[in-house]
């Protein structure tokens, strides 16, 4: 059974900075992508940053415009930890943020193409 765990979520002011973690266990090896997902209250679902593995070990990665040149996605396959770096956070970062892993076929930042979900966590930003 897979399972994602995240963490590193947290409340902070505009401006700061957060990393999120995710911790992947259980028959992961056959998804090539990871991403990062957030959602707000009353706001769709966002896709925020995916990281493509191919056989050759190279990737590639994607991000939502809104967070483009601020967050960093990366991946330590020695720790099996997937991370969001979170800079220049701003009141708008404010979500439930969950990592999710899957093959997607249509699109790196597409939700409804990822098959497993962590439980979320929580990042606030105030002004």
């Known amino acids: 059974q897979v399972q994602l765990v995240e963490s590193g979520g947290g409340s902070v002011q505009a401006g700061e900075s957060l990393t999120l973690s995710c911790v992947p266990s259980g028959a992961t090896s056959r998804f090539n992508c990871m991403g990062w997902f957030r959602q707000a209250p009353g706001k769709e679902r966002e896709g925020v940053a995916a990281?493509?593995?191919?056989?050759?070990?190279?990737?590639?990665?994607f991000y939502a415009d809104s967070v483009k040149g601020r967050f960093t996605i990366s991946q330590d396959n020695a720790k099996n930890t997937l991370y969001l770096q979170m800079d220049s956070l701003k009141p708008e970062d404010t979500a439930m943020y969950y990592c999710a892993a899957g093959p997607p076929r249509r699109g790196w930042l597409r939700g409804e193409e990822y098959n497993y979900w962590g439980q979320g966590t929580q990042v606030t930003v105030s002004s």
């Open positions: 990281i493509h593995t191919d056989l050759r070990g190279g990737g590639s990665t």
